[in-house]
């Protein structure tokens, strides 16, 4: 059964920074890429970040680059994403997944982890 726990969210100023984790389970994590992706408060689910298992190729939505870094410890099936200079336009619920062909693979989503960027 493939689990996806996230965590690391939470109230931070505009400026500041979080760095969220996702542990993985139930499928290959080593050979697997994995993404990060937000729903910002009455939108559409929305692609943050993505990195490959090979060469670890990364990719970054345009409002990403710069600020988030996507990394992984295979030791320990987690992707981490690091996020700087924070927004209130980044306040949403943050999510990860395991890629197939640049797509979302498994249907079963975390619960995700809350960020709000508000002073």
């Known amino acids: 059964q493939v689990q996806l726990v996230e965590s690391g969210g939470g109230l931070v100023q505009p400026g500041g920074s979080l760095r969220l984790s996702c542990v993985a389970s139930?499928?290959?994590?080593?050979?697997?890429?994995m993404g990060w992706y937000r729903r910002p408060p009455g939108k559409e689910r929305e692609m943050v970040a993505a990195?490959?298992?090979?060469?670890?190729?990364?990719n970054y939505a345009d409002f990403a680059k710069g600020r988030f870094s996507i990394s992984r410890d295979n030791a320990k099936n987690t992707v981490y994403l690091q996020m700087n200079d924070l927004r209130p336009e980044d306040t949403a619920v943050y999510f990860c997944?395991?890629?197939?062909?640049?797509?979302?693979?498994?249907?079963?989503w975390g619960q995700g982890t809350q960020v709000t960027v508000s002073s």
């Open positions: 997944n395991a890629l197939s062909r640049g797509r979302p693979r498994y249907d079963d």
């Open positions: 139930g499928f290959p994590f080593d050979t697997s890429a």
């Open positions: 990195l490959a298992t090979i060469e670890r190729i990364t």
